[in-house]
């Protein structure tokens, strides 16, 4: 026969470090396996050594022989139904209806026995009051031990117990009731907490497939079109019996798809974060091979003060992505001017603005595609955004990202340049 319950929940990432077959337990997770649960009900069968009261009650000598085997069928009963409510509740937390059913007979079993056997019996009380604690919802636990603590006394008041006798069985009755109902909600608590931490592992990774989806949009994209347009090229050459000028090409494909298959490691790998030189280098390339003039700010290459490597970063990704929307979009653009500057905005805040902009037809009527939304994501992850829209005078297209500027020391600059 298979050791293994039936399992009702997804693996907690918490308890990866815990095999199946162990006999340990995580607070408010149920059980796994049957040695788990033989370890459980055995830590739970502890707590019935107060029923030394009942039983030394049947064994005294002060009943006959059908109210000691009426009594210890009841307690038979008793036990059985507080072990399987644990064990139940272990296995299945949530959705079993029958968990109020007994309870409800474990309370009437403890009425009855009180009345017919003797307050030696209303020790039971204090097992109710626990399950009670136990079944009901955290906003009427307490009420339902504050309703058996009650009963307790008015059913210990009636059976006339000594005086000795009410404080020993209502204070335990009481408290264990109340300490239950706290350990339930600890209980909650953590097992929210283990969801959450499995959300937050669910979305880290979402986020990380989000990343690579990016990464490798905006590589293969840049290194793609640049391959397409320079095989266009060598076949052109080839056809006009250019053979020099078709090597020539071919190198360069050969250049672009070893260095692109390096970029591609490099972002399955996460340790990719572009700079502007390089992504400046790559798009004098990409634009002379679509025979467009290349215009470069002088600032571009030497960064700004206070543009951290993260920020850099974005902007990186954000020339690769215009200068592959030019390649590929760009109808008609013989110019594309690359600037970078500062802006302050109305909140103080100071930003690096990275400006791509060509002579083209425009973006016409067609809305923002997936590089551009891989983009956006991409600067707000450092606090930044991205405008998009038709150039200067309405012609052309033109693309600027922002990124936040830090406040740099006084000195710092050269070390940033670096």
């Not at 494909?253 to 970029?263: M, N």
């Not at 109808?331 to 001017?337: K, M, S």
């Amino acid at each position: 026969m298979p050791n293994q319950l039936p399992s009702h929940r997804p693996v907690d990432p918490g308890e990866e470090g815990r095999e199946p077959g162990s006999f340990g337990t995580v607070p408010g997770a149920p059980v796994e396996n049957r040695r788990q649960l033989l370890v459980k009900l055995s830590w739970m069968s502890l707590w019935m050594i107060y029923l030394v009261y009942p039983v030394k009650d049947l064994t005294g000598g002060g009943h006959g022989t059908a109210a000691v085997v009426a009594g210890s069928l009841a307690l038979a009963v008793f036990v059985a139904a507080y072990l399987s409510l644990v064990a139940i509740r272990s296995t299945r937390p949530d959705g079993w209806y029958g968990k109020y059913v007994a309870v409800a007979g474990m309370l009437v079993i403890a009425i009855v026995t009180s009345f017919t056997l003797g307050e030696s019996w209303l020790t039971l009380f204090t097992y109710t009051s626990v399950c009670v604690a136990t079944v009901l919802p955290a906003g009427l636990g307490v009420r339902g031990v504050i309703a058996v603590t009650l009963l307790t006394l008015a059913i210990a008041l009636l059976v006339r117990a000594e005086s000795d006798t009410l404080v020993a069985i209502l204070l335990p009755c009481f408290l264990s009731g109340l300490a239950m109902t706290g350990l339930q909600r600890l209980i909650s608590t953590m097992r929210e907490l283990r969801e959450a931490r499995a959300t937050v592992a669910h979305l880290a990774a979402s986020e990380e497939r989000l990343r690579l989806a990016r990464d490798l949009h905006d590589l293969l994209g840049h290194s793609l079109s640049l391959i397409t347009i320079k095989s266009e090229l060598a076949g052109r050459f080839l056809d006009q019996d250019k053979q020099t000028e078709a090597r020539a090409q071919v190198a360069d494909i050969e250049k672009v798809a070893r260095q692109s298959l390096i970029d591609v490691r490099e972002a399955v790998s996460g340790f990719r974060r572009p700079t502007l030189p390089v992504e400046l280098a790559a798009a004098r390339t990409a634009l002379a091979t679509a025979q467009v003039d290349l215009e470069v700010d002088r600032a571009v290459a030497e960064g700004r003060p206070g543009l951290g490597a993260e920020e850099a970063g974005a902007l990186a990704w954000a020339l690769r992505e215009a200068v592959t929307n030019i390649v590929r979009h760009g109808e008609g653009a013989t110019v594309c001017t690359v600037t970078l500057d500062e802006v302050w905005e109305g909140d103080g805040e100071r930003y690096a603005v990275l400006e791509v902009a060509d002579d083209g037809r425009g973006p016409g009527k067609s809305g923002p595609g997936n590089g551009l939304s891989g983009l956006s994501e991409r600067l707000a992850l450092v606090g930044g955004r991205l405008e998009s829209g038709a150039g200067p005078r309405g012609k052309g297209f033109r693309i600027r990202a922002l990124v936040p500027l830090r406040t740099v020391p006084v000195g710092a600059a050269d070390s940033l340049r670096e």
